[in-house]
Structure formats: structure tokens, C-alpha cells
């Protein structure tokens, strides 16, 4: 039986956006056992008057109702908890989106790879707020009064409201700031950490963060090919290294599942972050990659993927 590519139409070229890795090291996956889970095709129909671009990130909110961040002429999708499309809206509000999530009151965040911004949006799609300058890279430095983004990753709530974003998305020497800011919940600076480099505390590309069940955080140092965990105050407290490209992970009570690049691969980690299983390699039929870029587990234990060369979204099922 033939495979089908799980691809939607995109509104400009994807193969613009991605940044594959030009050493070669960063192409080979990690070695471990099959995940038993299977790639479906086809997951999420979408109506014949609508178009999604390359998806850049997934996540859920409280009623497990699926959101896709895409790079289409509407970049944001609701799906309800069966994959049935329930809107697309947030037309003009992005120049590259890239990270998304949904706070506890069902507020929307995303972040702006190419504007350098974070915005807070309304469930109706209202923008709440914006971080950052739109266009304009530079230092958050409260002293100097300069509060701008260096091409802002990611975003993760702490239980209090205090948040983190990561940042840097151009890899090597000279490229980008890559660095953990920490906000309070109203969006006031607090912190930063980290810099270019390879030592501890330093980052290549600082791109997903998460947060665990001992409040640590995550951050998935891509090109050093390796996680980074802090506490919350940017205390370095160790790193899991990896084959590939780490580049963002979902956080559960017995699993860590974590999508592994352009080495096009699912991975299924304990909570120490060690490899147990793995599922896909690179290509462009289902359960292949072109790049796994960012990760959603639904509250049913599906997981879904965006491809942001692809333009797919994958989603993996239990066998």
C-alpha cells in the first residue's frame, strides 16, 4: 500500500524557514528501541476553504482542544478532542510564528521568531499584550531601559504565573542571544540567563522549555545536543546529552516525550531523561519528518507533532 504524505498547503515556502544543521552529526538519530506507537494519516481534515501553513508548534488547552501554530495566511487552529476542525484565526499577527501554549485562564501565547516579540492572546483572538518591539532585535536589559527579544523559542508557565522564555533561534558563532528570560505573571522582567557558548549555563540555541513535577525546567540546547535543567532561578543543575537535535519536550508523570529534529524522530524518555524507545525517520510520508520541531501529548495519551518542513502535523496512537 502506497503511503500518503500527511501535508497541508502552504502559503509561502517553508524550506525558507528551516535552519538544517550543516554538520552532519546533528543528522544522526539516536539508536533505541521502537515506540510502540503508530503514525495515523490524514489526522486533522481540514475544510476545503482552508489552508495551513508550515506547523511550528502544538499544544492543548483544559478541554483538550488541540491548537496548531502555523506559518499560513491563519496562523492559529482549534481542533476539538476528536480532531474536528473548529476555527482558524490571527491573520496579520505574525511575521515567523514558532512557540506556542495556553495558560490556566485560556489565554494564548505565542512567540515571534522573526519579530522578536511574545504576545498574550485572548481566547476570541484579542491581543493582550506584546513583549518585545515588532522588528527590532536586541538586549533585555531593564538598566538601560532596552526591553527587547533576540528571536524569542519558547514559553512555559510556572504554578505561580511566572513564566519563561527562551531565545536565539540562528545557530553559531556571532548568531543570535541564546538565553532563558523570566518574567512574573503580569509580564514584569525579573531574570536572565545563559549566553552563547558550550560550557554549563551557556547555550548554541536555547529552543523548547518545559517544566517538571519539581518545578526544574527543560531546555532543550539543540545544536550542543544536550538538555540543560535549572531550577528556577537559572541554578544550573545538570544536562542529559543526545544524538541528533533536541528540540523540545513534553513533560508527563511517567514520560518525557521528546521530538529529535531533522534526525526525524519521536522519542520516548524516563524522567531522568534517559532514551527508552524511539519511532520515525526523516522523509515526508506518515510517521516521517522533515523536521519534528515541537511536541503536544492530549490528555487521551495521543501524540501529536509539528513538522515545520513538512507542513504536517503527525499524530502517533498506541498500537
Given amino acids: 500500500m502506497k503511503r500518503v504524505a500527511v501535508v497541508f498547503v502552504l502559503a509561502g515556502s517553508s524550506a525558507l524557514w528551516a535552519q538544517r544543521p550543516s554538520n552532519p552529526a546533528l543528522l544522526i538519530p539516536e539508536v533505541a528501541p521502537p515506540l510502540d506507537y503508530v503514525a495515523v494519516p490524514n489526522p486533522l481534515p481540514l475544510p476545503e476553504n482552508v489552508n495551513m501553513g508550515a506547523s511550528s508548534s502544538v499544544t492543548f488547552d483544559a478541554k483538550g482542544h488541540l491548537y496548531v501554530l502555523s506559518r499560513g495566511a491563519q496562523p492559529i487552529t482549534e481542533f476539538d478532542e476528536n480532531g474536528k476542525f473548529i476555527r482558524s484565526f490571527g491573520e496579520g499577527?505574525?511575521?515567523?510564528?514558532?512557540?506556542?501554549?495556553?495558560?490556566?485562564?485560556?489565554?494564548?501565547?505565542?512567540?515571534?521568531?522573526?519579530?522578536?516579540?511574545?504576545?498574550?492572546?485572548?481566547?476570541?483572538?484579542?491581543?493582550?499584550?506584546?513583549?518585545?518591539?515588532?522588528?527590532?532585535?536586541?538586549?533585555?536589559?531593564?538598566?538601560?531601559?532596552?526591553?527587547?527579544?533576540?528571536?524569542?523559542n519558547d514559553i512555559v508557565f510556572a504554578p505561580n504565573g511566572d513564566f519563561f522564555v527562551t531565545q536565539g533561534h540562528t545557530p553559531g558563532p556571532g548568531k543570535g542571544d541564546p538565553r532563558v528570560l523570566k518574567f512574573d505573571k503580569d509580564g514584569k522582567f525579573i531574570k536572565t540567563w545563559g549566553g552563547k557558548g558550550t560550557d554549563p549555563g551557556k547555550f548554541d540555541v536555547a529552543h523548547g522549555i518545559a517544566i517538571d513535577a519539581k518545578g526544574l525546567l527543560w531546555v532543550t540546547d539543540r545544536e550542543n545536543q544536550r538538555i540543560q535543567i535549572f531550577d528556577q532561578d537559572g541554578k544550573y543543575v545538570r544536562e542529559v546529552k543526545y544524538a541528533g537535535l533536541p528540540c523540545a519536550l513534553d513533560i508527563g508523570r511517567e514520560n518525557i516525550y521528546m521530538v529529535n529534529g531533522f534526525a526525524g524522530q519521536l522519542l520516548k524518555l524516563d524522567l531522568d531523561g534517559k532514551v527508552l524507545a524511539a519511532v520515525g525517520k526523516p522523509g515526508n510520508g506518515v510517521g516521517e519528518f522533515g523536521e519534528a520541531h515541537f511536541i503536544a501529548v492530549s490528555p487521551k495519551g495521543d501524540i501529536y507533532v509539528a513538522d515545520s518542513v513538512n507542513r504536517a502535523v503527525q499524530k502517533f496512537v498506541r498500537k
Fill in 93 to 152: 499577527l505574525f511575521t515567523r510564528s514558532h512557540g506556542l501554549r495556553i495558560d490556566k485562564e485560556g489565554n494564548i501565547w505565542a512567540t515571534d521568531v522573526g519579530a522578536h516579540t511574545v504576545m498574550k492572546i485572548s481566547p476570541k483572538g484579542d491581543v493582550l499584550l506584546t513583549l518585545g518591539t515588532k522588528g527590532k532585535a536586541g538586549e533585555w536589559n531593564e538598566a538601560a531601559q532596552s526591553r527587547l527579544f533576540n528571536e524569542p
